[in-house]
C-alpha cells in the first residue's frame, strides 16, 4: 500500500459515525437504590460495558444520560444529524412522551429500544411504549448486556 492509500484509510476511519446511547431520567440513580429491580450497576458500569464491546465491534460511541424530556429530545434531534445509530433507554418517558416519540421518526436512523427490567413483568404502565413504534427492535429484562446486544444490532445493521 503507497501513501496515499493510508491517509484514505485513515482519514476514512474518522469519518465513521457514532453510535448515540442515550438515557433517560432516573438512570443516574442506577446501582444506589431498587437493585432488586435494576440491579447493582451503575450507569458508569454500563458506559465502562458499552465502550469495551463498541471497541470489539470497530464502533464508535456517545454515551449520555439526562432527567429532562428536552434535553432528550434535542439529543435525538443531534442524533439523527451526526450518528449512525440510537441505543435508547429513554426510562420513565418510554411510556408517556408524544414529544420523543416525533423526535424518534424525524431522526431517520435505526433506533434500538432497551430496558434493564422486563417492563411486562411490571406494572400495566409500563407496557405501553412511545418508543417501540419507531425502534428496528426492542430488548428488555436482561440487564446492562441488553445495551450491548444492542450495539451488536447496529453493527451489523450499519455496514461499519
Ligand atoms: O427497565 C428500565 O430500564 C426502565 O427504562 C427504567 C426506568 C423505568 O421508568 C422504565 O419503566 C423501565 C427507571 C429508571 C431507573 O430508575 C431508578 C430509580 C431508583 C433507583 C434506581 C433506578
Excluded at 95 to 114: F, K, N, Q, Y
Aim: overall charge neutral; aromatic content about 6%; charged content about 20%.
Amino acid at each position: 500500500m503507497d501513501g496515499s492509500n493510508r491517509r484514505v484509510r485513515t482519514k476514512l476511519k474518522h469519518m465513521t459515525k457514532p453510535v448515540y446511547i442515550l438515557n433517560g431520567p432516573n438512570l443516574n440513580l442506577l446501582g444506589t437504590r431498587e437493585p432488586g429491580v435494576y440491579g447493582n450497576h451503575t450507569l458508569a458500569d454500563i458506559e465502562r460495558d458499552c465502550a469495551g464491546r463498541a471497541k470489539a465491534l470497530g464502533l464508535e460511541i456517545e454515551f449520555r444520560q439526562t432527567n429532562m424530556e428536552g434535553e432528550l429530545v434535542t439529543w435525538v434531534q443531534e442524533a439523527g444529524l451526526k450518528a449512525s445509530g440510537i441505543v435508547l433507554n429513554a426510562g420513565a418517558y418510554t411510556h408517556t412522551s408524544v414529544a420523543l416519540h416525533d423526535a424518534l421518526r424525524a431522526a431517520g436512523v435505526p433506533v434500538i429500544e432497551v430496558h434493564l427490567s422486563n417492563v411486562y413483568k411490571r406494572e400495566e404502565f409500563r407496557h405501553k411504549s412511545y418508543v417501540s413504534t419507531v425502534a428496528v427492535g426492542v430488548i428488555c429484562g436482561l440487564g446492562p448486556l441488553g445495551y450491548e446486544l444492542a450495539l451488536e444490532a447496529l453493527a451489523g445493521s450499519s455496514g461499519e
